[in-house]
Structures are given as C-alpha cells and as structure tokens.
C-alpha cells in the first residue's frame, strides 16, 4: 500500500492511502472461513453450509469490513510513522480513479497545534488580600440576622424599612390598566421591590390611611405597555409592621445549627465558613486572571474537530440545565454553535495547560487530593461522610484531581508573572452579599 501527505492547512492534513486488492481479497476470504464455523441456515448443520452460499449471504460484510480494517490499519501506520497526533476523527474518503491492483482513499482529518507558552513575565496578576476578622464576623451576623427578620405592627406612620400592607388602583387614561389592581398586598420599604416612586408616597401613611397620586413609570421599565407612561394611583394602607431583628442569644445560636447555643462558638464557626469562602473567592479571581495571562501569552490555533466537540458537550449541558428547571428542550432547540466562543476559549486553555503540566510535573499529587477533599468536607456536619464518598467513585476522584492541577497551574504562573498583591474590601470581595 501506498500513502502520500499534504498539508492543506496549519492544522489539517490529507494523508492518500492505497490499498492492494490481493490483500482486501485474502482478508475477505479469511473473514467468510471464519463466519462459515458458526453461521447457521435452514437444511444446513452448523459449520456445514457451503462457502459459496456463505459467500453470497454475507460477503457484502466481509468484504466492507475487510475494507474497513484496511484502512484504518493503513491510516494508523502512517500517523504513528509521522509522530503525528490526530485531532477526532479522520474522514475517509474514496477516490474516483485508482491504479490498477488498488483502492484508493483520501483522509483528511485535523492534528493537535504545537504548544509552546509564551513569556508570562509580562503578564500582570493582582492577588487580593483580606483576613477575615471581628468586623466581618459582625457583619456577616447581621445579615444572618436579617434573614431571619419577624415582623410586628405598630401604630405610628411608615417609615423606611417598614412592612406595609396596602389596596392600591392604578388607572391610566382613567382606566384601571393590567395589573394595576391588588388588595392585602405587601411590600418592605426601600427593599427595591417597588418603584421608588410608589415607596416615597405609600411612606408617611398610617393605617387607614388614603392617598390618590401621579407618577410616570421609566422609560425602561419591564411591562412595555406601561413604559413611560403616566399613571394615577389610589392606596389604602391596611397595616404597618415594623422589622425586629432576632437578638444574637443562645436561641439564635440554635437556630443556626449551634446544638448548645454558645454565641462564641457561633462566631468561631461563622469565622471559619467566611475564611473559607474567602479563600474561594480570591482563588477564583486570580485563576481568572491566570486564565486570561495564558491565553494572551501563548496565541494557537486549534482543532476545529475539539471545538465542535466541545461546543456539543456545552449545549447538552445546557439542555440539561433546562430539563433540571422543568423546561422541555424539545421546545426549546439549543444549538452547539451557541457555545463556540466559549468552546474556543476552554479548547485553547485545555491545551495550554496539558502543555504546562506535562512540562512542569504539576500533576496532582495523592496528598494534594486528600488535603483538598478534607478542606472541602469542613463545612460538613459530618466530614467523613464527604471522603468516604468522593473515595467510593473514581470518577470523584477525577474530580477532585482535576481542581488540583488546575490550582497547580495557578501556583506555577503566578510564580512566573508580574503577580502583586493588593488589599480588597470584604463587601467588593463578597459581591455586597454581606453588605
């Protein structure tokens, strides 16, 4: 057989085999002998059918097979010749003219890009800095506080923070429009779940209070049908509640999982959860910057077969997403090529980091596993529930391994970059989570 290579382009390569017939014809032959053993058909004890009937009954499969194998054989041979590292699969295609003796076919199938990372000393990496101390444990309490608001009613006019009860009609051209109508309906002031508008003239009523108002709704507002438009609202105030916060006593303390209600010790475990989640979200920020450090670094093409590849497993994830919210996806069609940025973006970084480990040894460590598994497991209520299950499955494992050398990564470029360390805020940190 014979094989000749182009190169169409960086990645793609056309590789023509040519198989000899004598060799498909032997192959054939030798596959029919063996069907024959076991073939069975009416009139005929097994093994005992002639090969020509065997022949006309299943050469057709034989002789695909046979062909099948050739090629692949035939291809194989020449790639591992080559060193070359093929990217999905071939596609085989036949040729329309042959020489005599011969088949002859084309593969044209992609290869993986060299990967060399570029100079990282000129990428820039901020580190955030925080250390978790009373201030943010006080403050995360209050938010666990807030949570947790009761709400109990009182005689004196609404104010800021309040929960009010109101009737309202609002009418548009003297017309009540949809949606403008609602009785016992409740509402915090200044929670943002009314317009600021509709807050400042419910605010200052008392209970049984009336009030008849105009106000013009934002351009941008959600209902098309009201944006901008100018409306005429009446409310009747039924009630005003005021918030009170639980106090931070050993009832609270319980609630909050503390089985003897001892309030340092509620701190000491709101201290650790914060440390942690602290600690994530820096990690987080900084693999973001390392990501994008990497990428502008070592600029590569990439194998069209890995990105429609990727860009499938992105949207079958997506559909699943969608089933899990009780969306059907047959009614919602979720195209692959939705993701193909994306797909680019983690096909590069995947073969980035393939490189870098390979070439770093910055594979995951056994100790580094189990290290990260138990970090993972404190926020448990029984920690060796957690080991015993990520250790029951390799698959689990796989993934824990994989955070691993993904943090190995990290450590490895932030050595090698233009990496400072710069104090945050605990509310910029938090996304004002805790704010």
Do not use: C
């Not at 053993?37 to 002639?50: E, I, N, S």
């Not at 093929?86 to 596609?91: C, K």
């Not at 955030?128 to 995360?140: C, F, I, K, R, Y």
């Not at 189990?370 to 015993?388: G, I, K, T």
Request: net charge negative; aromatic share 6%; hydrophobic share 40%.
């Amino acid at each position: 057989m014979e094989q000749n290579q182009e190169t169409p382009s960086a990645l793609e390569r056309r590789i023509d085999i040519a198989v000899s017939l004598a060799d498909i014809e032997k192959e054939v032959d030798d596959r029919l002998k063996r069907i024959a053993r076991t073939v069975k058909m009416a009139g005929f004890r097994p093994g005992k059918v002639p090969m020509k009937i065997v022949a006309q009954t299943h050469g057709g499969q034989a002789r695909g097979e046979a062909v099948g194998a050739a090629v692949e054989k035939a291809f194989g041979d020449k790639v591992r010749a080559e060193n070359l590292r093929v990217a999905g699969y071939p596609q085989i295609q036949p040729k329309e003219a042959a020489t005599e003796g011969s088949l002859e076919f084309t593969a044209v199938f992609e290869v993986y890009p060299e990967v060399v990372v570029g100079d990282l000393a000129g990428q820039k990496i901020e580190r955030p800095v925080l250390s978790v101390g009373e201030a943010e444990v006080d403050q995360t309490i209050d938010v666990l506080r807030k949570q947790r608001t009761t709400f109990t009613a009182v005689d004196r006019a609404a104010t800021e923070g309040d929960r009010v009860v109101i009737d309202f009609t609002g009418r548009k051209d003297g017309e009540v429009f949809d949606g403008g109508q609602a009785q016992d309906f409740p509402f915090v002031i200044g929670a943002g779940s009314m317009l600021k508008e509709f807050e400042g003239a419910v605010a200052g009523l008392k209970a049984g209070d009336s009030k008849t108002f105009d106000m013009t709704f934002p351009e941008d507002y959600h209902a098309q049908h009201l944006a901008g438009q100018a409306v005429q609202f009446e409310v009747t105030l039924k009630a005003v509640e005021e918030a009170v916060l639980p106090t931070v006593d050993g009832d609270f303390a319980k609630a909050l999982g503390v089985a003897d209600g001892d309030v340092s010790k509620l701190r000491e475990e709101v201290k650790a959860n914060l440390e942690r989640e602290v600690k994530r979200r820096i990690q987080s920020r900084v693999k973001e910057q390392v990501m994008e450090a990497l990428l502008a670094a070592t600029p590569i093409e990439v194998p069209k077969a890995l990105v429609q590849a990727e860009s499938e497993q992105l949207a079958n994830s997506a559909r699943r997403d969608l089933e899990m919210r009780g969306l059907k996806t047959k009614d919602i069609p979720v195209e692959p090529a939705w993701f193909a940025d994306q797909a680019v973006r983690r096909v590069k970084l995947g073969l980035i980091m393939a490189e870098l480990v390979k070439a770093n040894e910055l594979h995951a460590k056994p100790e580094q596993v189990r290290a990260l598994v138990e970090e993972m497991a404190q926020s448990y209520e029984d920690p060796s529930e957690l080991m015993r299950w990520y250790y029951s499955e390799p698959e689990r494992l796989a993934q824990a391994e994989a955070v691993v050398i993904e943090d190995n990564v990290v450590a490895w470029v932030s050595t090698k970059a233009d990496t400072t360390d710069k104090d945050v805020a605990f509310d910029e940190l938090m996304g004002n989570n805790a704010a």
